[in-house]
């Protein structure tokens, strides 16, 4: 699968941004679908998770900040990002866990920088 993501850009803290990420099929339910970051010098860390079903996972440092939804007619998933912190900054991912088997395939999107002033 290919993923397309956009929607990032500079913002000041408490503020908000949705990131957006196209993928080139319809989810499945061997699919668990996320968003991750990375900062500038740190490993790349999981923000949150969605599966077919609707359940939802999300990191300790954004819960109740951010959500993570999907538009199923447009394969298209979402990441609302609000109340934002300077320690938020860095490249936003999202990702395509698919499960097939005892095999599992991770497939990533380009990335798209979020920026959050102080």
């Known amino acids: 699968v290919q993923l397309q993501a956009s929607g990032g850009g500079l913002v000041q803290a408490g503020g908000s941004l949705r990131l957006s990420c196209d993928a080139s099929r319809k989810f499945s339910s061997n699919d668990v679908i996320g968003w991750y970051r990375q900062a500038p010098g740190k490993q790349r860390e999981f923000v949150a998770t969605?599966?077919?079903?609707?359940?939802?996972n999300y990191a300790d440092s954004v819960k109740g900040r951010f959500t993570i939804s999907r538009a199923d007619a447009k394969n298209t998933i979402y990441l609302q990002m609000n109340s934002l912190k300077p320690e938020d900054t860095a490249v936003y991912y999202c990702?395509?866990?698919?499960?097939?088997?005892?095999?599992?395939?991770?497939?990533w999107g380009q990335g798209t920088q979020v920026t959050v002033s102080s």
């Open positions: 990702n395509v866990r698919q499960k097939i088997l005892l095999r599992t395939f991770d497939f």
């Open positions: 969605i599966t077919i079903m609707g359940v939802t």
